[in-house]
Every structure is written in C-alpha cells, then in structure tokens.
C-alpha cells in the first residue's frame, strides 16, 4: 500500500532545475528516500526522463557501496565515511553526455567532504542534484554555510492526519485516536495489529534512534541520555529549560549531571528531528524570551513508546498534533507570552503573564492559536480567550477544540474551529 505525499512530492517539482542542491531532510523512517527514490522518480521518468539518466545512490546500501568499491564491512570497523574520490570517479564514468542528469542521492552525510562533492555538481549544468539527511546539524551548519545559499531544504514530517487517513480504513475520530497513539511514521502506520505498531516503535527508537545519536556524537553516558528522553516524554509541551532538568536530575535519579551536558542532550534529539523545541515570544513587547522553552515530538508514536504508552493526557497530545501540523504547513511557531496588570482582592496591583498557545507566522500572516481539548461551558470558554482579548493587533485568533462544533466567529472576531476541520484542510485558517 502506497501512502500519498503529494505535498512534499509539489515542492520538489516547483524546485526541478532551479541551480541549487534540494535537500530533502526529516527524523529516519519518515520516508525520506521512499519520496525521493520512488515517488519522485517516477515523476521524472512520468514527463519523460530517460531511467538512464537518473542516477540513484544510497550512501548506507551495501550494495550500492560495493558499485564503487567500498566495503561496508570495512567501513564500520575503520569507523571512518565512504571516500568522495571514489563516489566521485563512479559519477564521472556514468556521465556520458551533456543532456540533463539527475543524481539522487540517499543519506549524502554518510560521504566524507560531502559538501566539496556537491559544490561541484552545482557548477556544472547538465547536474540536478537531490539528497536526503537525517541529521539537523548537517543542514544547518554544513549545507548552508558552505553553499552560501544554494542548498535548498525540504523538510519531510512523518503523516500528517490528512495523509495518515488516506490509508485508514476506519472513521476519522477512530483514526485520530490512533493517530495521537501510535503516531505517523510510515513503517508503523502500515503495520497492522496494536501490537506490531508498539513493538515496532520501541525497536525503532532503540536500535536506530538511540543508536544514532549515541553513535554520531560519541554519547559516553547512554544511561543519562535516555533518562532525559525519559523526561521530556513525561512532560511534552511543558515549559522547561536545563537548569531545571538538572535539578529534577538531582532530586529524583541523584545525578551529578550539570546543565551544560543537558543542553548538548537537547541539541542532539534536536539534531535528530525527534524533538522540536518552541521559544516563548513576548507579543506585546516583541522580544523572544530564551529560556524556558516548550519541546514537542515530532512523531507522538515514538513518544508514547518512551514511556511504554502510560500517559496519555488528551489536552497535551492535541497540543503537540496542532504544533506538528503547524510545522509541516510551513509555519514558525512560538509559544505567545501576554504580560498584564491586574488588581487583586487587596486592590495591590500585581503583574502575570498569560499565555497564548502558539504564535504562528509564515510571510506576512500571523495567527494566534488557543488549543483546547475541551470547552464545556462558558466559564472555560473565557478562559480560554482571555489572552486574545489582552492583544491590542488585528491578527486572527482561533481556538482549535476536540468538540463537535461548527466554525463559527464570537462577537470578539475568535475563531473557534473543530480539531478535524483544521487537521483535514489545509486552508481551516484562512476561512
């Protein structure tokens, strides 16, 4: 069965022969080089392209290492990246003329100096050149700083609802209910029985993400790596920040652990798209504020496979449903912080900060976003839009709710908009 990605497979077309490097990037198995070496590929032959001028190589197959006479056996124990000279005297022989060539090219941080290799595939003008990472720091610090703008990122997500619901055979409350349980990573989303999808999320996370990240960047106290996982799982969507993990560290586990080492933690699961985190943005001031910070998942099945499926909070895992989806629409989200003064019952006036949910911008539009799960009567419902009432600009405020309500404006102009109106069309904000 063949999951659509019609709308990551539209932003590699608009960008076909643009003169940059497309680097497809996402968390492993998220279907990356299924999108790439599938999808997209038969695309290119669809409109045209000769199978004879797509040249496709994947930088962790054996097989495809042994075409240029690497070993991957040697590799692993020289711990050392695949030889660019040899990759690239491969190319130079399968290049025969000067029509278009596409080259493809799977896990491309696997290949020493890899950044030199694609700098001189963008020179030539018969090259259009794609590749798939799985590791942020790659894109962020390589990609860009050494193609000065000519490395072209497109971001790949595990399923969005929409997608997800393309091949579930139930109804769409049964589907969300599975969705927010067992997530949207394609393996698991194709796996049939509740078992299997468990089974496989926890082997996933053990023997490739864990792995990954312990291998990649030396990790030396595995242990304390996957206790802070362990934590950030526990607390998804609360606002937290180094100083007061460390302390959580040293209360609960009786760790020496110091702050600095959970801030590389952090960074690392950041690396690895399994988590993202989302800085609070003062609106009224306009000033980001840098600690704390709110981390989400970018897949909930993994999340809830950390902690063996035992919490379950509906208000915080809609809550990361909305940010994920936010994020794979395109847009930058914060957390929105709205300072106010008030009096209390002794008429001293205090201050406090109430908080908007998501504070989300993408070109000149901005939305401010409220997630309840829940508004059972008046009394919440003013809780819930007291912050937007507090935003002196004119953006458009929603309250997005698990409740079957129809899309409807107050007399305040908020939005209110049921959880799968907004999940299932991808323009609900701009109604």
Known sequence: MEINRDYYLKKLIERKGNGLIKVITGIRRCGKSYLMNTIFYRHLVSIGVPEDHIIRFAFDSADDLLLIGENPINLEKENRKVDPEKFAAYIRLQIIDQDRWYLLLDEIQEMECFETVLNG????ENLDVYVTGSNARFLSSDIITEFAGRGDEIRLYPLSFSEF?????GDRYEGLSQYMLYGGVPPVVLRKGENEKAS????????????DIVKRNKVRNRGELEDLLNVLSSAVGSLTNPEKLKNTFHSVKRSKITSTTIRKY???FED??????AQRYDIKGKAYIETPKKYYFTDLGLRNARINFRQFEQNHIMENVIYNELRMRGYCVDIGVVPVAEKGRDGKVFRKQLEVD????????RYYIQSAYSIPDEEKRVQEIRPFRKIDDSFKKIVITEDVVP?????YGILTINIFDFLLDPDALEH
């Open 266 to 268: 952090l960074d690392y």
């Open 272 to 277: 690895a798209f399994l988590v993202e985190s």
């Open 200 to 211: 496989l999320l926890t082997n996933l996370f053990e023997e490739i993400y864990i792995r």
């Open 165 to 169: 619901m393309s091949v579930f055979s």
């Open 358 to 365: 998501f504070v989300c911008n993408l070109g000149n539009r």
């Open 121 to 124: 595939y963008l020179r030539k």
């Open 407 to 411: 899309s409807q404006y107050d007399n």
